[in-house]
């Protein structure tokens, strides 16, 4: 089954991310899934047994960096270890690319280059 995303998502940007959660109860757990389905900027988001967070958010809009503030502000916190941030500074890169891809603007090789004025 295939899930429709939001409209105020563009496809091409969405970044899915995978983070381990730790300090939160049961009730915290099902209130951050919640409000992070109701986030304008998230496209999906859904909570595994161990404290998996899976979350697919347009990378223009908002980042891994405002998504852990976001954990951080409901309670919960990342789980440490060596992988972990591994993961989260490649999840950090990628955001910086996938913004700055967003704001380039493609041009064509056959068309005679800008002129400087």
Known sequence: MIKAHKATNQEQFL???????DGL???Q????????????????????????????F???HWSTDELVSFI?????????????RRRLA???????NVRANAKHEPFCCSKIPPMKK
């Open 15 to 21: 970044l899915r991310r995978k983070l381990t959660v």
């Open 25 to 27: 109860t049961e009730v």
């Open 29 to 56: 757990w099902e209130d951050l899934i919640q409000e992070l389905n109701h986030h304008p900027c998230v496209d999906f988001a859904k909570g595994k047994p161990e404290g998996k967070l899976i979350v697919t």
């Open 58 to 60: 347009d990378g223009t």
């Open 72 to 84: 951080e502000a409901n309670g919960g916190r990342l789980k440490g270890g060596w992988w972990q």
């Open 90 to 96: 490649w999840y950090q890169f990628t955001d910086d």
